[in-house]
């Protein structure tokens, strides 16, 4: 009966003890179950899950699985829902260990997240579903009539793929008048109980049947052919009861096993023996051949240790009259290392952060080899020079780590060849390449190509053109190398930076905001910041100095003479002035720099041409030769200044000279009268003395008070015009030689009371060789700068000079 017969008690006890089989958890965590073969697919062999104290939540996150080596068939699989070990396949206890008594199926239980690797044990016990078989449906025998009574003939014996009580037990032949049956431990054989009469009966038919001892009990039947001869008295017989052998796995074919050998004493026909096999599996029917002249076993097959490791074969004899003997051969392989290591990657990250910690654990290795003892020793390992190695974990597992920080900047990708060799002689060997990349993340700040940057901006510029970039790399990658620029907050000049200064976020490119002016400022300096898009941002500073080039766009400026106001200057020169003497000085500055401000000064127009020459670059108004009689007394002179700028810029100031040693000479003043001129001018003049006389004490010490005041803070003494005060000049001008700046070793003050016919004044003070010994200066009103000397009418209140005084 099969299996599938439920009607069978004594199946249902195998069954019901397999499925209540308890749990061993050996030393090392390893399990064992008891099965009965041929269960169902799908049947429940034992739940592993509550069996090891793994969290069932966790069983498929873990990644749970069975693992089988090479070719071997998976015969279960875990139901991640409930954590039973089910079976997924066909149990054959029979095909999987054929004879052997105990038949034990071994398969590795994997879990990761910690690494555990677990022995399953798979104990198939035996079920009664193969019937006891006999070699022939018939076999014939010949006995001679002359067989004595007691005579012995083997039979061959059934056989049962089962083993233990499942395998035969007994055997029973049919009631018949001249044989009955003896059953040992090695044999079954016919014992003739009463002699044989061939001419009473020539032929008999005996059924012989071999039950097992399995529930319910089968068996199977032959049918045995006796053909009475006359007398052949001998059988065939070994002379070994049993033959061993040794045969190296992988011999080539024809290779001789054993030979064996059976003699029989009879003669003639009687003696003639032949070999065959009597009982051999099917699976090693084209594995071994055997002469039957000689009895030599030779290979006619592949063989191999991996799949068997030892044979077991029975031998006939025969005789020519159907005599048989038996014996037994067993050949033992010995493994030849014929199997190189084979390398399994049970688990690899695809990619690893280049951050990770060294010794951290980025996949697992399984190597096997399918030969024995030495040749299966395996040696694992790296020959590359990378920052990995193989840890030996569990038996036959390696765990690929880390042994140094990865920097994804410097190597983003790695090949890792594995190499496995066994110890075998000689040693075989596999490799197989892993890749893994290397997962970036932001650890490197943007660094600009250069410590700092400089502009350069010519004033007056377009808003918006562009001063100069800025670059800055990050060598992370994606989103982590992408740069951002910005300016950081900060004032220039009392405004925010942005009110001056944009740049572009995403070339850097630094454009002006608005337009510049040099005169107001000449340079700065602002911060730029490379900022990345990593998480969190990383970023760096960089300085960049912008640097404002003149441009001449600011005419020169004439502080003396005043070019407007509500009076203008006359300077006095005297009648007997040498030539190359100091007249008067044209002081200009420009607010441009550079050769912008470079100032040269030009007579454009003068009354008497070659009487008068100015300094090129000084300004200084000097004779050019002696003055004579028949010059004019009035001078206008026209100077022009200019810079030297491209273009350059000019500008013109009129200078008024009254060639006279008295203002009493003077034309225009000779008409001014009262009543009685002679006699007022005279009475004037002599009351004019006696007051200067009487304050000139008064003034001397006044002056020297003034002076005095003056080191301190330059002011103003009077209430009246001021030509060239000692410190009227903007703080700004650089006092520099040849460039149109007032030279420090001049200095004008001429001071003038207020609104008196007979007011005092003080004239040019001068501080250098070749001066004037005095200078004057009239006081007059704009609206006679047309002409200066000309329709000086007397009813116009002037102040007149009475008095000279030179101050050293």
């Given amino acids: 009966m099969r299996m599938g017969d439920k009607g069978s008690p004594g199946l249902r006890r195998i069954i019901w003890f397999a499925s209540f089989i308890v749990l061993l958890r050996l030393a090392h965590g390893d399990l064992s179950y008891s099965i009965p073969e041929e269960m169902k697919r799908g049947s429940v062999i034992g739940n592993v899950a509550k069996d090891l104290g793994v969290d069932l939540r966790t069983l498929s996150s873990r990644k749970a699985r069975i693992d089988v080596e090479g070719t071997r068939k998976r015969y279960c699989d875990i139901n991640m829902n409930s954590g039973d070990l089910i079976t997924s396949e066909r149990i054959d206890r029979e095909n999987i260990c054929g004879q052997k008594p105990s038949c034990l199926i071994k398969i590795d239980l994997l879990i990761e997240n910690p690494l555990e690797l677990h022995r399953v044990s798979l104990h198939v016990q035996d079920v009664n579903d193969n019937s006891p078989k006999f070699r022939e449906e018939l076999i014939r025998m010949e006995i001679s009539e002359s067989a004595?009574?007691?005579?012995?003939?083997?039979?061959d014996e059934a056989h049962d793929a089962d083993i233990g009580q499942n395998a035969v037990q007994r055997y029973n032949l049919q009631k018949n008048e001249n044989f009955v049956l003896s059953v040992t431990s090695n044999k079954v054989e016919l014992i003739l109980d009463n002699k044989l009469d061939r001419e009473k009966q020539q032929d008999i038919e005996l059924i012989l049947t071999a039950y097992d001892g399995g529930s319910p009990q089968r068996s199977g039947t032959v049918v045995i052919h006796v053909t009475v001869l006359d007398a052949n008295d001998n059988a065939p017989v070994f002379s070994q009861d049993l033959y061993k052998a040794s045969l190296p796995e992988n011999s080539p074919l024809d290779t001789v096993v054993i030979r064996v050998s059976a003699t029989d004493a009879d003669e003639g026909v009687n003696g003639d023996v032949t070999y065959q096999f009597d009982h051999i599996f099917a699976e090693d029917v084209n594995i071994f051949s055997i002469d039957p002249k000689n009895g030599v076993i030779k290979v006619t097959g592949e063989l191999d240790y991996e799949e068997h490791t030892s044979f077991e074969m029975r031998i006939k004899a025969k005789d020519g009259l159907g005599l048989t003997s038996y014996t037994k051969v067993m050949i033992d392989l010995t493994d030849v290392n014929d199997n190189s290591p084979v390398i399994y990657i049970k688990s690899l990250s695809s990619s690893i952060p280049e951050n990770v910690s060294p010794g951290s654990e980025v996949g697992i290795i399984n190597v096997q080899d399918r030969d024995s003892d030495n040749n299966k020793q395996v040696r694992c390992f790296i020959q590359q020079s990378v920052p990995f190695k193989l840890v030996p974990s569990i038996e036959n597992y390696y765990s690929l780590v880390t042994t140094g920080q990865l920097d994804r900047e410097l190597v983003s990708d790695y090949n890792i060849t594995i190499t496995a060799t066994d110890e075998g002689s000689p040693p075989l060997s596999s490799s197989k390449t892993v890749h893994l990349s290397v997962a970036d993340i932001n650890d490197n700040p943007?660094?600009?190509e250069e410590q700092s940057y400089s502009a350069y901006v010519t004033e007056n510029?377009?808003?918006?053109s562009s001063l100069c970039s800025v670059t800055a790399r990050d060598p992370d990658w994606r989103q982590n190398g992408t740069v951002v620029y910005s300016l950081l907050p900060a004032e220039v000049n009392g405004a925010q930076v942005s009110s001056y200064l944009s740049v572009n976020g995403d070339t850097g490119v630094i454009h002006a905001v608005r337009s510049f002016d040099y005169e107001q400022w000449r340079s700065f300096k602002v911060q730029v910041m490379a900022r990345d898009n990593g998480s969190p941002p990383l970023s760096s500073n960089v300085s960049v100095s912008v640097f404002i080039s003149d441009v001449n766009d600011n005419s020169p400026q004439i502080l003396y003479p005043t070019p407007e106001g509500n009076s203008f200057m006359t300077e006095l020169v005297p009648k007997a002035a040498h030539g190359g003497s100091l007249v008067s000085k044209v002081i200009a500055v420009d607010a441009d720099s550079g050769q912008n401000a470079w100032?040269?000064?030009?007579?454009v127009k003068s009354t008497e041409p070659?009487?008068?020459?100015?300094?090129l670059h000084s300004g200084e108004i000097r004779t050019q030769r002696?003055?004579?009689e028949s010059d004019s007394m009035k001078q206008n002179l026209i100077v022009a200044v200019k810079d030297n700028g491209q273009p350059s810029l000019s500008a013109t100031c009129s200078m008024y000279l009254l060639i006279s040693d008295n203002l009493a000479e003077v034309p225009e003043l000779k008409d001014i009268s009262y009543e009685d001129k002679n006699s007022k001018l005279t009475s004037y003049l002599i009351i004019a003395l006696v007051c200067v006389s009487t304050f000139f004490l008064t003034f001397i010490i006044i002056i020297l008070g003034v002076r005095f005041?003056?080191?301190?803070?330059?002011?103003?003494l009077f209430d009246g015009a001021v030509a060239i005060p000692s410190a009227y000049l903007p703080p700004n001008y650089a006092d520099v030689d040849g460039t149109g700046t007032l030279r420090s070793t001049y200095n004008y003050d001429a001071y003038l009371t207020t609104g008196s016919r007979?007011?005092?004044?003080?004239?040019?003070s001068s501080y250098n060789d070749n001066t004037l010994p005095a200078d004057q200066t009239l006081r007059k009103s704009p609206s006679d700068f047309a002409d200066p000397f000309d329709d000086l009418d007397a009813s116009v209140e002037v102040g007149y000079i009475v008095k000279l005084f030179k101050c050293q």
């Fill in 446 to 448: 943007p660094v600009f």
């Fill in 148 to 155: 004595e009574k007691g005579s012995r003939f083997s039979i």
């Fill in 599 to 603: 100032l040269s000064y030009h007579i």
């Fill in 461 to 464: 510029n377009k808003p918006g």
């Fill in 758 to 764: 007979t007011s005092d004044f003080k004239f040019v």
């Fill in 610 to 615: 070659g009487l008068f020459t100015i300094g």
């Fill in 626 to 628: 002696d003055i004579s």
């Fill in 709 to 716: 005041c003056r080191r301190r803070k330059p002011r103003m």
